[in-house]
């Protein structure tokens, strides 16, 4: 499986990005995916996921409410997204898309198989 992250990029507090991740495979639908995220300076932290089916997501506390992950399940587009609003400093941080073969809707990362290489998303105040 092969995961490729876009939609990165510069923007001011308050506004929105969105993150898209394609995933190589046939067998994408069944597995779950995330999205972790790596501050400068800090651990990796969890952000979302979501179920194989697309019928559950769970999210941090820190993003609740902002952030929205949702599935791209036909048409093979095989794609999952980030939708990021209301964007603040402490956003700022290489975003990763990961996937996972055995564990439905999880926050840890040490769950997930599958991992891509990674998006740089700055936001200025």
């Known amino acids: 499986v092969q995961l490729v992250e876009s939609g990165g990029g510069l923007v001011q507090a308050g506004g929105s990005l969105r993150l898209s991740c394609a995933a190589s495979?046939?067998?994408?639908?069944?597995?779950?995916m995330g999205w972790f995220r790596q501050p400068p300076g800090e651990e990796r932290e969890f952000v979302a996921c979501?179920?194989?089916?697309?019928?559950?997501?769970?999210?941090a506390d820190s993003v609740k409410g902002r952030f929205a992950i949702s599935r791209d399940r036909g048409n093979a587009k095989n794609t999952v997204y980030l939708q990021m609003n209301y964007l603040k400093p402490e956003d700022t941080a290489v975003y990763y898309c990961?996937?996972?073969?055995?564990?439905?809707?999880?926050?840890?990362?040490?769950?997930?198989?599958?991992w891509g290489q990674g998006t740089q998303v700055t936001v200025s105040s």
């Open positions: 990961a996937a996972s073969t055995f564990a439905d809707e999880s926050a840890v990362a040490s769950e997930y198989d599958y």
């Open positions: 495979g046939r067998t994408f639908n069944s597995y779950a």
């Open positions: 979501v179920s194989w089916s697309g019928g559950s997501t769970y999210y």
